[in-house]
């Protein structure tokens, strides 16, 4: 329910803002030290925005300030002065036109799942965009598909505020589908364009910000501006991994391809890691679009607690298997795991296992240790969901998750095994969670678009994805540091994924070449820098 502030009298607004003091003391999550200071707040403060009509739709009761000041990460909190229910894109408009005209433009950060880890979709004493909100506002227009199918050439175009689930259902239903994914698909459109959106279908067909055609973006001043690699191209690159700081995605066109029907779904398992990304590497070397013998879809993970193969994200292997397996993970310390799918439908029924024969050719995983699933491409696709239903279940699904994903150029990937895998993750036998280890070919990125990549052809995703009680995540977040120290003091130059830096300097050096680039990008189209300032890249005090 959208609640109203009541603008009549004074006192009734102090009488709400103690309440809200009151009850937001109680609660133990959020910090105190930041509680907004309600009137002195341009948001409050200018009699202008209460004559706007997306007064009726800012919030500030404890729900509403709760959810914006928490994300997945759960170890930040920022408070925002009030939450945006829009019910429109002209809300958006007009809140961001208001601040930026503003003689003291405040903040605002658009929030799509809030799955983010260390509160970048947080706004303290901005405004926060509760960008799920306008999914009840599209009169049925948030996911509409289109095509000419004489051509093969299909697209949906979906508002930043949907969820990729949603677009995969009602895109299957016209037997179409988005070709590169993510591995949870409750992240919404805006959310992962603004990072780069990556999953096993990386290698073959890039990230999800190298399948958008067309964007409608609000940016930093308040303009509605449609951009493509053909109409206002810098914005179209900057917002893509632009990690929010040029405007708010309200829409994007993205490609699609007809859906396979079913996945055959196949793990093999190494004791040498040299082995593992050598077999990896040349799995991914098979690239094409439409190469038909090539994967769909190639991660990689370590296998290092002794109690189970199994992880929170799957389920996998037969039970009748698990033994043999803890056996194997006991006598090395770590299991490395390919995993990769190869989608198949009616016409390619007889020939997907002899593709997949053929590709396995020549590969060196510990014979008898290959495994190998016959799913359908949405349960396929959905996979993490159980996992998610089962951490739910177990209460670890809203504990801190102290996460870090790394890039890591492929010449330095058997230093990052050693020095980091053998020397740090598993001396310290912090085995709880899932680690993901798998290459990309950087040909599948444009280099125009604002995410950031190593320089090598082929490099490698790092995930540690770690699941954990509400007491250890500082134990994860020293090893976090501990990690990135390492390779800094080994010369490994790896790229933080969904990025958390501190210091300008850091940012820098995170964006290398590219940092001019996104400043005077910066400039141009949030040149009062009001656009995520949970970020902290400008707005990092
Ligand atoms: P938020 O966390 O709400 O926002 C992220 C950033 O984008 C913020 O700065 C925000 O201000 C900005 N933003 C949000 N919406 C918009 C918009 N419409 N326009 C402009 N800026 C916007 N990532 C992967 O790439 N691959 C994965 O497989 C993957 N799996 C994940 C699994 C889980 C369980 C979780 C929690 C995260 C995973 N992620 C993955 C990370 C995910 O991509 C990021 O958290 C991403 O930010 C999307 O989450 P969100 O939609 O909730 O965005």
Redesign the pocket.
């Known amino acids: 329910m959208v609640e109203t502030f009541p603008i009549t009298t004074y006192f009734m607004l102090l009488l709400l803002f103690i309440s809200f003091l009151v009850s937001t003391l109680g609660k133990p999550k959020l910090s105190t030290n930041c509680l907004p200071s309600k009137f002195q707040n341009p948001v409050y403060q200018n009699r202008k925005l209460q004559n706007l009509d997306i007064i009726s739709k800012l919030r500030d009761d404890h729900d509403a300030i709760k959810l914006a000041s928490s994300?997945?990460?759960n170890m930040v909190h920022e408070i925002p002065a009030s939450v945006l229910y829009p019910t429109s894109i002209n809300d958006i408009e007009t809140l961001i036109k208001f601040a930026h005209n503003n003689s003291a433009p405040f903040t605002i950060?658009?929030?799509?799942?809030?799955?983010?880890?260390r509160g970048?979709?947080?706004?303290r004493n901005g405004v926060v965009?509760n960008?799920r909100s306008l999914k009840n506002h599209r009169n049925g227009f948030g996911i509409t598909v289109s095509g000419t199918p004489s051509m093969g050439f299909f697209y949906a175009d979906v508002g930043?505020?949907q969820?990729w689930i949603d677009v995969l259902n009602a895109t299957l239903e016209h037997g179409l589908a988005p070709v590169s994914?993510?591995?949870?698909l409750?992240?919404?459109?805006?959310?992962?364009?603004?990072?780069?959106?990556?999953?096993g279908q990386t290698f073959r067909y890039g990230?999800?910000i190298s399948n958008v055609y067309e964007m409608d973006?609000i940016t930093g001043e308040g303009d509605f501006v449609t951009c493509s690699p053909e109409k206002n191209r810098k914005l179209f690159y900057a917002?893509l991994g632009?990690?929010?700081?040029f405007?708010?995605?309200?829409r994007a066109r993205i490609a699609l391809e007809p859906a396979p029907k079913r996945v055959k779904w196949v793990r093999m398992l190494y004791n040498d890691f040299s082995v593992f990304t050598k077999d990896q590497e040349s799995l991914i070397s098979l690239n094409g679009r439409k190469q038909k013998n090539a994967l769909n879809y190639l991660e990689g993970l370590l296998l290092m607690d002794k109690g189970t193969p199994e992880n929170w994200r799957s389920t996998f292997f037969p039970l009748s298997d698990h033994s043999r397996i803890i056996s194997l993970v006991t006598k090395y310390g770590i299991i490395y795991c390919i995993e990769v799918a190869k989608y198949y439908d009616d016409h390619t029924l007889n020939s997907v296992d002899k593709e997949l024969q053929v590709l396995f050719e020549g590969l060196s995983f510990i014979p008898g240790f290959t495994f190998e699933k016959d799913i359908s491409y949405i349960d396929f696709l959905n996979r993490?969901q159980s996992g998610?239903q089962k951490l739910q279940s177990q209460g670890l699904w809203d504990t801190p998750?102290p996460?870090l994903?790394l890039f890591v150029p492929k010449s330095h990937i058997s230093d990052f095994n050693s020095i980091v895998f053998k020397d740090i993750v598993l001396k310290r036998n912090i085995t709880t969670g899932v680690v993901l280890v798998y290459p990309m070919n950087r040909n599948k990125w444009d280099d125009r678009m604002s995410a950031v990549i190593p320089d090598e052809d082929v490099f490698y995703t790092i995930?540690f994805?770690h699941t954990i009680g509400f007491n250890d995540w500082e134990t994860i977040d020293l090893q976090n540091k501990d990690i990135l120290q390492s390779c800094y003091n080994a010369g490994i130059e790896v790229k933080q994924?969904?990025p958390n830096y501190k210091t300008m300097e850091d940012w820098k050096n995170h964006f290398g070449m590219k940092w001019r680039t996104f400043q005077e990008r910066k400039a141009q189209f949030d040149p009062k820098m009001i656009?995520?300032p949970?970020?902290r890249i400008f707005n990092n005090n």
Do not use: C, K
């Open positions: 994300d997945y990460g950060a658009a929030r799509g799942q809030g799955h983010s880890v970048q979709a947080m706004a965009v960008m930043g505020e969820l994914f993510t591995d949870y409750y992240l919404t459109v805006g959310g992962t364009l603004s990072n780069a959106g990556i999953s990230p999800q973006v917002v632009g990690l929010g700081q405007g708010i995605i309200v993490v998610e998750h996460w994903n995930g994805l994924y969904l656009l995520s949970g970020q």
